[in-house]
């Protein structure tokens, strides 16, 4: 499974807040071996202010040029030239199989989306067994 994460552009406290928690619960997602993407309207990633983001767990895609294709494409792209906050995981199959978008100044929670890549786990597991 892929995990997309669409920051707003401009907003770097959201951002940098989003990634410390993400950090927190770095061993949860290495568990998980999957390896999760921050997609921005920025050139390049912005320094965070002296806090390191593992880049081996949360990658930093761009989305500047054309600006804002990929949040296009994923319905979160706002007129003014911003995205939602939003994440979406995606299966191996290239299906969305968790969405939500949340209020620019709300971040993430981050127990709901464990929640929902371990239930897709578990469905994924127990279809294989029947197969």
Same mark, same amino acid.
């Given at each position: 499974?892929?995990?997309?994460?669409?920051? #707003?552009?401009?907003?770097?406290?959201?951002?940098?807040?989003?990634? $410390?928690?993400?950090?927190? *619960?770095?061993?949860?997602? *290495?568990?998980? !071996?999957?390896?999760?993407?921050?997609?921005?309207?920025?050139?390049?990633?912005?320094?965070?202010?002296?806090?390191?983001?593992?880049?081996?767990?949360?990658?930093?895609?761009? *989305?500047?040029?054309?600006?804002?294709?990929? $949040?296009?494409?994923?319905?979160?792209?706002?007129?003014?030239?911003?995205?939602? !906050? $939003? /994440?979406?995981?995606?299966?191996?199959?290239?299906? /969305?199989?968790? $969405?939500?978008?949340?209020?620019? #100044?709300?971040? #993430? *929670?981050?127990?709901?989306?464990?929640?929902?890549?371990?239930?897709?786990?578990?469905?994924?597991?127990?279809?294989? !067994?029947?197969?």
């Amino acid at each position: 499974m892929l995990l997309l994460l669409f920051t #707003p552009f401009g907003l770097d406290t959201g951002m940098f807040q989003s990634d $410390a928690e993400y950090e927190s *619960d770095k061993k949860w997602f *290495d568990r998980t !071996r999957r390896i999760f993407f921050r997609l921005a309207l920025m050139r390049f990633q912005p320094k965070s202010h002296g806090r390191k983001v593992s880049e081996d767990f949360l990658r930093f895609l761009s *989305d500047f040029h054309p600006k804002g294709m990929i $949040a296009e494409k994923y319905g979160v792209m706002r007129d003014g030239g911003i995205t939602e !906050r $939003a /994440i979406f995981v995606v299966d191996k199959l290239g299906a /969305i199989v968790f $969405a939500r978008v949340y209020d620019i #100044p709300t971040l #993430p *929670d981050n127990a709901e989306v464990r929640q929902a890549l371990e239930t897709l786990e578990k469905t994924r597991k127990e279809s294989d !067994r029947m197969l």
